[in-house]
């Protein structure tokens, strides 16, 4: 049974090498955030309740229910697919950490919540439109 | 009633996830999440359940209101169903706080809170949110968890930018842990006529340190919970061949400290992590005149863990658990070791499934006399089903 299990550990520790694929998202912010660019980690941090500042204002991260951009976004800054990421929030909310944050169906509903609301972070695909928006350059 | 109750709390967590969205207008949410478990035991019965037979007697629900009336002003409620075998089967609190996080830097929580001790036990009864089916028992015991999840009082939080070295993450915490007289603790004591009838209630202060290093997925930490000295009421029934006697004493329990070290690595699709926890207790009963009789216990606990998310919607892992009671007398009541591996099959994210399977040797934890009367066997397989449901 313990080797089994030891090979069951050698095995997971084989997918730390595991390469990940570049995103095709951006990051967009309301105009208010003080930020141009954003680390990964920060970044990070931000999406999964560790943090709610960038560059030394509030921010509020704003999520897409699903769709291309969800997964590509998760899967290249977080590092979870949607199913675990909730769960990661759900754990906050239920531990009484954090409020869970919004989420809309569309770019364009994440465009127009991230445009209205100050210290909003949003993500959506390159080729949607954003205007009256800025983009957060990650670094 | 109580049944009632879980009846109608199913009902809701199965009919309406479409309400966890934010109620906007009062910034306003709702979640909660319900699990059904089944325990196949090979030898002795668990948790207080005929599990031997196979036992259906697990089940949870939880509700949560949550409100953020202003970015930095939070607060919530959260009540919970638990049965296990004869444990629960009530409903009850289990945190009720308001919180104030005036940047990343620092927060306060109060009211009462979760103590956020070791890696787990802030989610140790969020069941959606791991693989496990039973978390490490020698730290994390399932009889006791409703006791020692939270307490009456404060937490201050916050995290420290490290720059190079990383992020430091603290907590620090006091207030009053109250721990039922039905709590799993109590167990053994209350089999052998000895009862704390208003349980025990202890002011209990602590600190946290989780260091997030420079290599990303990497934390290190500890934490540390002081529970000062108590006394409570303590009744003792003996019973002869023509009476019974009943007894009111005291049980005293001087102050102690439990110490966790803990480390978690996250890579992608791997996870990693490990804790070791001590639990010293050093204690007097006495009834009428002194002398009073002294008790000691001293565990020492320790896991390591690895999980792998071998699909979008599976993932595997393991762990290698063990306790020992360095005050008990040699033998399998000394000891608990218990091999694990898990398997957790997300059909959504609402709705999940889990089966492990636990290879125990040593009876130091988890097991009555009164369900086990021809004694225990000092190894058994432990089988675990079960069905979650969140929104």
Avoid at chain 2, 1 to 26: C, H, K, W, Y
Avoid at chain 2, 191 to 199: D, I, Q, R, V, Y
């Amino acid at each position: 049974m313990k080797k089994l299990l030891y090979a069951f550990l050698l095995a997971a520790s084989a997918s730390i090498f595991v390469v990940q694929a570049k995103a095709q998202v951006i990051v967009i912010a309301n105009n208010s955030v003080k930020a141009t660019e954003v680390s990964k980690n920060d970044l990070k941090d931000v999406f999964t309740g560790a943090s709610t500042s960038l560059g030394g204002g509030s921010v509020v991260p704003i999520l897409l229910k699903s769709g291309t951009a969800n997964e590509e976004f998760l899967q290249a800054y977080i590092g979870k697919n949607d199913t675990a990421y909730r769960a990661g929030w759900r754990s906050l909310v239920f531990s009484g950490q954090a409020t869970m944050p919004k989420s809309v169906d569309g770019d364009a509903a994440v465009v127009e919540f991230v445009s209205h609301n100050a210290g909003a972070v949003g993500y959506i695909s390159k080729a949607s439109p954003h205007d009256g928006v800025k983009v957060l350059a990650i670094k | 009633m109580n049944r009632l109750l879980v009846g109608a709390l199913a009902f809701a967590l199965g009919a309406i996830p479409a309400t966890a969205q934010s109620l906007e207008d009062l910034n306003i949410q709702i979640h909660g999440y319900a699990t059904q478990g089944f325990l196949y035991t090979t030898n002795n019965n668990i948790f207080t359940t005929s599990s031997s037979h196979g036992s259906p007697a697990w089940s949870e629900a939880v509700v949560n209101v949550g409100a953020q009336p202003t970015p930095k002003l939070r607060v919530g409620v959260q009540a919970r169903y638990f049965l296990l075998g004869n444990y629960g089967n009530t409903i009850t609190l289990d945190w009720a706080a308001a919180d104030y996080k005036v940047n990343d830097k620092f927060g306060i929580r109060f009211g009462k809170v979760k103590t956020p001790t070791g890696l787990f036990n802030e989610v140790q009864d969020i069941d959606p949110s791991y693989i496990w089916s039973l978390l490490p028992q020698g730290i994390y015991p399932i009889t006791s968890r409703n006791s020692l999840l939270a307490h009456y009082g404060g937490v201050l939080y916050g995290t420290l930018d490290a720059k190079k070295l990383g992020k430091l993450e603290y907590r620090a915490w006091g207030g009053v842990r109250v721990l039922s007289e039905d709590d799993g603790y109590f167990l053994v004591q209350k089999e052998s006529g000895s009862a704390l009838p208003n349980g025990l209630t202890r002011i209990n202060e602590g600190a946290a340190i989780h260091w997030k290093m420079p290599l990303p997925g990497l934390m290190i930490g500890a934490s540390n919970d002081r529970e000062m000295t108590s006394t409570s009421t303590l009744t003792q029934v003996i019973a002869l061949p023509t009476t019974t006697i009943n007894l009111t004493g005291t049980e005293k329990i001087d102050s102690l400290n439990k110490p966790n070290f803990f480390g978690r690595y996250e890579h992608n699709k791997f996870m990693v992590a490990g804790e070791h926890f001590r639990f010293p207790v050093i204690g007097a009963v006495q009834f009428g005149a002194p002398p009073a009789s002294a008790f000691r216990v001293d565990q020492q606990a320790w896991f390591g863990m690895a999980s792998y998310k071998v699909t979008e919607k599976l993932t595997a892992g393991a762990y290698d658990s063990q306790l020992v009671n360095r005050q008990s007398a040699l033998g399998p009541g000394r000891y608990q070791k218990d091999w694990a591996i898990s398997g957790r099959y997300d059909f959504n994210q609402y709705l999940y499934a889990k089966a492990e399977q636990h290879f125990v040797q040593g009876t130091a934890l988890g097991y009555d006399t009164t369900l086990n009367p021809n004694g225990l066997q000092p190894n058994t397989k432990l089988t675990v089903l079960k069905m979650g449901v969140s929104f």
